[in-house]
């Protein structure tokens, strides 16, 4: 049939060929949405010049659009069973690269290396298997790829914590990470229907479009993810209180000059902190210290 993959008919007449099982520890629930997929399109802004990661192909219903609407796509499946059901799927199109390695051990800059063009715009685009969402985000960011953007498919609430504002309930020591490297956005919730099988949670679109430069440029990067991290460490509990409990061997004086020296009042909670606040007072702690 002519039908794209990600319809109902077509899906189920995939599965039925090759009697696939999901299995449900990779976090196999496949789109059964052509419209959906439009939308992840349109705000992936990918268009002919694009070159395009795909995280996840399953039975290849986002990759056959991405294929239609980019240059090239390059396809990570950590399955087996799936890269003989690609071949047949995708057999139409002749820029799709599969490659059979786990995202999270992969080498991704060997691969834009030798899959892309050089200066070639590159975008992830994915419906991510939920229970590695966070390792594969924070890898692929970790990593420093050169991407424009990652346009992702996730769990509703692990997207609003990675898009969150201060003094929210969703704000915490994901939101900085996520947003010292990107500028984040959820654009679209999805609702369980539009998968097959039907995951437990809801859904949402996320997309975060790399930064030139990180948010803030601190003295030591992982310093500031410390002091960062310990300000969220118990919720209730005052920036003050959860500083002195990971600086133990600075005194109450001491940090207190800090707070001081950078205007930061110890009485406030860690979610209250903006990014450059979290900056300013980890470089203060960073030059007392040092
Ligand atoms: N893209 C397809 C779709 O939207 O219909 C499938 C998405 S499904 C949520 C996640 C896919 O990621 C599955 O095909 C699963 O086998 C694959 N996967 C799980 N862990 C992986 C890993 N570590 N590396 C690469 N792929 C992985």
């Given amino acids: 049939s002519t039908k794209f993959i990600a319809t109902p008919s077509r899906t189920k007449e995939i599965l039925k060929k090759y009697s696939f099982a999901f299995k449900k520890s990779l ?6 949405d052509p419209n959906i997929l439009e939308n992840i399109l349109k705000h992936a802004g990918v268009d002919k010049s694009a070159g395009v990661i795909e995280i996840g192909p399953g039975i290849g219903a986002l990759t ?20 003989p059901i690609l071949q047949d799927t995708l057999q139409n199109y002749s820029n799709i690269e599969v490659l059979h ?3 999270l051990k992969a ?27 966070t390792p594969i985000l924070m890898k692929l960011l970790r990593d420093r790829l050169p991407l424009e953007s990652i346009t992702v498919m996730i769990q509703k609430e692990v997207a609003e914590r990675m898009a969150a504002k201060p003094n929210t309930k969703s704000y915490g020591s994901l939101t900085i990470a996520i947003q010292y490297y990107t500028n984040a956005k959820v654009v679209m919730n999805v609702p369980k229907t539009v998968f097959n099988p039907q995951p437990n949670v809801e859904s949402s679109i996320l997309k975060l479009e790399l930064r030139d430069e990180p ?11 410390g002091v960062m991290k310990a300000s969220f460490a118990q919720r209730r509990k005052t920036l003050r209180n959860n500083l002195a409990n990971h600086l133990q061997e600075m005194d109450k004086e001491t940090l207190q000059k800090v707070l001081d020296r950078v205007e930061i009042d110890g009485g406030r909670r860690g979610e209250s902190l903006t990014i450059e606040e979290f900056a300013r007072l980890a470089d203060g702690l960073y030059e007392e210290i040092n």
Avoid at 74 to 82: T, W, Y
């Fill in 27 to 32: 976090g196999q629930n496949f789109i059964i």
């Fill in 64 to 83: 056959e659009q991405l294929a239609i609407h980019a240059d090239k796509v390059v396809a990570f499946e950590i399955d087996q069973r799936l890269l």
């Fill in 101 to 103: 390695q786990d995202i």
């Fill in 107 to 133: 080498d991704v800059h060997q691969v834009i290396k030798e899959q892309f063009e050089e200066n070639q715009p590159i975008h992830i685009v994915a419906n991510l298997p939920y229970y590695i969402t």
């Fill in 215 to 225: 948010a803030v440029l601190v003295k030591d990067e992982d310093f500031f993810f």
